[in-house]
């Protein structure tokens, strides 16, 4: 049985509000891009240079890495204590991939404010 420790006193409800908020905020990311590669006749660097130079796309963006980064932390929080029963395991598997997840975000930040 998984206690209350594991979970970062967290509770469902709010896993499930987190959740679905990233999942509608990566899902509005992902729908503004596919408009823009299909609005965009031609796309060059100078075109998606201008698209990320605005504040608001880099802040869109931002939000959306910090989303993808809450998604992930649930999600392998949630799967890891499904099916991953040893219990060193599953701790140095889940630090292993939220810091992996972390790196991603941060990678995303200085590639997206190097713009």
Known sequence: ???????IKRNG???YVTLRASA???????IYMVYFFIATEEITFEV???LFAS???KAFTL????AILMHVRIGLWQVLTDYVKAHKLRIVLQ?????LAF???AIGLFVLWGV
């Open 1 to 7: 049985m998984v206690t209350n420790q594991a979970s």
């Open 13 to 15: 409800i709010q896993d």
């Open 24 to 30: 509608a905020i990566i899902s509005a990311f992902s």
């Open 48 to 50: 998606w240079q201008g």
């Open 55 to 57: 504040v608001y796309m």
């Open 63 to 66: 939000i959306t890495l910090i």
């Open 95 to 99: 630090f292993g991939l939220n810091l």
């Open 103 to 105: 790196v991603y975000v």
